[in-house]
C-alpha cells in the first residue's frame, strides 16, 4: 500500500542567525494528519514542536506557518476539530531563526543560532509509523571563524616561507576535523563522536590563532 515517504534538506549556510529546512517529502494524493516538525537545540532537554495553530498559546507546541491542518485526532497532542486539508502542497521551506524558535520577537535585531547537535523531525499521523529524524551539526561559526584565520595569514602571489607553510598546514588539520565532524554526525550517525571531533577542532583554533598569529 502506497504512503508518504518523508524527506527533509537542511540547507547550511554562512550566516550566523539562520539555516533552512525544506520539505523534500513525496507526498501520496490523500490528506496529511498532524504534520508535525520538531526541532531540539543544542543543549535543550528536548524539542519544540510545530504543529496545530489551535494550541493553546504558551504550551510547547506552536503553530506551523502556512500548513492547513485536518483533524488531529486520534494522534495527541492535536485537539480534535474541524480544518481544511493539506495535502503536501505547497511543501514547506523555512527559515529557522530565533524568532522562529520563539527566543526572540518580530523586529528585534536577531542573535546568532547556537553551533553543535540539533535534532531536526517531521511526522505526520501515525508518528509512530511516518516520521523521519535528522542529526544536524551546525558548524556556522565555527567555519566563519575558520575563514577569519585565513584571512590573517600574510599570503602573496608567490610561494610562502616554510614557517607560513607549516601554519597552513595546521589550518588544513583543522578544516579536516570539522569536515570529519559533521560527516561523523549527519553521515555515520554517531553524534556523540562528531560533537568530540567539533570540539577539538576549536580548541585548535584557539592555540593557532594563539600562537601563530604573532606571526601572520
Known amino acids: 500500500m502506497a504512503r508518504?515517504?518523508?524527506?527533509l534538506n537542511i540547507v547550511d549556510g554562512c550566516n550566523p542567525n539562520n539555516f533552512t529546512i525544506i520539505d523534500t517529502?513525496?507526498?501520496i494524493n490523500a490528506p496529511l494528519?498532524?504534520?508535525?516538525?520538531?526541532?531540539?537545540?543544542?543543549?535543550?532537554g528536548g524539542p519544540i514542536y510545530y504543529v496545530d495553530p489551535t494550541q493553546?498559546?504558551?504550551?510547547?507546541?506552536?503553530?506551523?506557518p502556512d500548513v492547513l491542518q485536518v483533524d488531529c485526532s486520534p494522534c495527541p497532542p492535536c485537539p480534535a476539530g474541524t480544518f481544511q486539508p493539506y495535502i503536501g502542497k505547497p511543501k514547506f521551506n523555512y527559515t529557522i531563526?530565533?524568532?522562529?524558535?520563539?527566543?526572540?520577537n518580530s523586529g528585534e535585531t536577531l542573535s546568532s543560532l547556537s553551533d553543535g547537535l540539533w535534532i531536526i523531525s517531521y511526522c505526520v499521523a501515525p508518528c509512530d509509523k511516518l516520521g523521519v529524524e535528522y542529526y544536524y551539526l551546525r558548524i556556522t561559526s565555527a567555519l566563519n571563524q575558520y575563514a577569519s584565520l585565513l584571512c590573517k595569514l600574510r599570503l602573496s602571489n608567490c610561494l610562502p616561507s616554510q614557517?607560513?607553510?607549516?601554519?597552513?598546514?595546521?589550518l588544513h588539520v583543522i578544516k579536516m576535523y570539522l569536515d570529519s565532524a559533521k560527516a561523523r554526525v549527519e553521515v555515520c550517525h554517531a553524534p556523540n563522536e562528531?560533537?568530540?571531533?567539533?570540539?577539538?577542532?576549536?580548541?585548535?583554533?584557539?592555540?593557532?590563532?594563539?600562537?601563530?598569529?604573532?606571526?601572520?
Open 4 to 7: 508518504h515517504q518523508l524527506s
Open 25 to 27: 517529502s513525496n507526498y
Open 33 to 44: 494528519s498532524c504534520p508535525t516538525l520538531g526541532i531540539t537545540m543544542p543543549g535543550a
Open 56 to 64: 493553546t498559546p504558551g504550551s510547547q507546541y506552536y503553530p506551523l
Open 97 to 104: 531563526d530565533n524568532i522562529f524558535l520563539k527566543i526572540q
Open 163 to 170: 614557517e607560513t607553510l607549516n601554519m597552513i598546514d595546521q
Open 194 to 216: 562528531g560533537v568530540a571531533l567539533y570540539e577539538y577542532a576549536l580548541k585548535l583554533m584557539a592555540n593557532w590563532e594563539k600562537t601563530c598569529c604573532s606571526t601572520c
